[in-house]
């Protein structure tokens, strides 16, 4: 079976850091998606990890350990648009099922 | 704007009634899927068609009936459907063993 989790909401300061942690156990790993929602929109697509390490991308970093079922995406100098879900999203094996975790609620405040 | 499409944004049905949503990809993907959102619930994945062939059905009721005439339209014709399966519909598409592009939705309410 597949089992994803993350924690449900989070809240952090405008211009700080937040990490969202993702843990999976799944019957087979090709890779591990993280996706930003915002509330009453699609899904947009933010980072891919095949293997182990940190994926940068301005702002937004991806972590993968293949070894211990665990990823985090790490958003750093926050912005109140940033406010929005985040989902982790799994590929159990080479092809195109996505199973994907119930997602983060992340909040910025000012 | 991410390149999908999906019409009509918003549907609202009886339990009796037949209805279709349209999802459309100008990407020049070779995948497409359907996908369920509901309040509370992780993202679930319904169907997945490759290369225009259905390769995946994720246990979904038969009153949810998928079809793929070519590689940039997937349709989802629903019928006789239940108050719960409320929720919103996504569409996305890709490339195989890629990230997946996402429509903005429809909002279904079954009343």
């Known amino acids: 079976g597949q089992n994803i989790d993350q924690p449900t909401e989070m809240t952090a300061t405008e211009g700080a850091i937040v990490q969202i942690n993702c843990t999976y156990q799944?019957?087979?790993?090709?890779?591990l998606f993280w996706y930003q929602q915002h509330a009453g929109e699609a899904p947009t697509f933010l980072s891919y990890?095949?293997?182990?390490g940190l994926e940068e991308k301005g702002r937004f970093s991806s972590f993968l350990s293949r070894s211990k079922g665990y990823s985090y995406l790490l958003l750093k100098e926050l912005q109140m648009k940033d406010s929005a879900s985040y989902l982790c999203?799994?590929?159990?094996?080479?092809?195109?099922?996505?199973?994907f975790g119930g997602g983060t609620r992340v909040l910025v405040k000012p | 704007e991410t390149g999908v499409t999906q019409t009509p944004r918003h549907l609202v049905m009886g339990m009796t009634n037949k209805k279709s949503l349209k999802c459309e990809q100008h990407?020049?993907?070779?995948?497409m899927y359907w996908y369920k959102q509901s309040a509370k619930k992780p993202l679930e994945l319904m169907f997945v068609?490759?290369?225009?062939?259905?390769?995946e059905n994720n246990s979904v009721p038969s009153r949810f009936s998928p079809e793929c005439p070519n590689s940039s339209h997937l349709f989802l014709h629903l019928h006789t459907l239940q108050p719960e399966d409320s929720a919103l519909y996504l569409c996305?598409?890709?490339?195989?063993?890629?990230?997946?592009?996402f429509g903005p939705g429809t909002r279904l309410t079954v009343l």
């Open positions: 996305a598409s890709s490339h195989l063993n890629r990230e997946q592009f």
């Open positions: 799944t019957s087979g790993f090709n890779g």
């Open positions: 990890n095949v293997l182990d």
């Open positions: 999203a799994v590929t159990p094996a080479a092809g195109n099922k996505l199973t």
């Open positions: 990407l020049g993907h070779n995948a």
């Open positions: 068609y490759s290369l225009e062939e259905r390769v």
